[in-house]
């Protein structure tokens, strides 16, 4: 039986690489692998939240109807490791590798694991605590 992986990706000059940040990612690679490793099928779908705050909470419903079976991202939060997780998709964090690096070492089973991201926000969104003096 084959599987299907989907991998976020990001475009540096004309190298597609692994997406730092799953929900900033410019697009997905959907890639279907058969019995003999061979990718048999390949498809690419632009992320529709790129740029939206929270939207990487949304993206593991969008992904589960491209019926994959992994996603390979740089860096996820809890949130988003726990809905793919729901639709029993594994996540696996691989940030900086080369899109084709990143498939073919799924293909030899020696991508796997995740860490999630210390940050459960994306960047720019900062917040800032502001402490009261008051006078004595």
């Given at each position: 039986m084959s599987i299907r992986i989907a991998i976020a990706i990001e475009v540096v000059g004309s190298e597609e690489k692994v997406a730092e940040h799953f929900g900033q990612c410019a697009k997905f690679n959907v890639c279907e692998i058969n019995e003999d490793n061979?990718?048999?099928?390949?498809?690419?779908?632009?992320?529709?939240?790129?740029?939206?705050h929270g939207g990487a909470c949304q993206l593991p419903g969008y992904l589960n109807q491209f019926n994959i079976k992994a996603i390979i991202?740089?860096?996820?939060?809890?949130?988003?490791?726990?809905?793919?997780?729901?639709?029993?998709?594994?996540?696996i964090t691989a940030p900086g590798l080369k899109f084709d690096d990143a498939?073919?070492?799924?293909?030899?089973?020696k991508l796997s694991g995740f860490e999630v991201c210390k940050h459960?926000?994306?960047?720019?969104h900062h917040h800032e605590h502001h402490h009261e003096h008051e006078d004595n």
């Open positions: 061979k990718i048999v099928k390949y498809e690419s779908y632009f992320n529709p939240l790129t740029g939206d991202a740089g860096g996820m939060g809890q949130r988003a490791v726990t809905n793919f997780q729901k639709f029993g998709i594994e996540v498939v073919n070492l799924f293909i030899q089973g459960e926000h994306e960047p720019g």
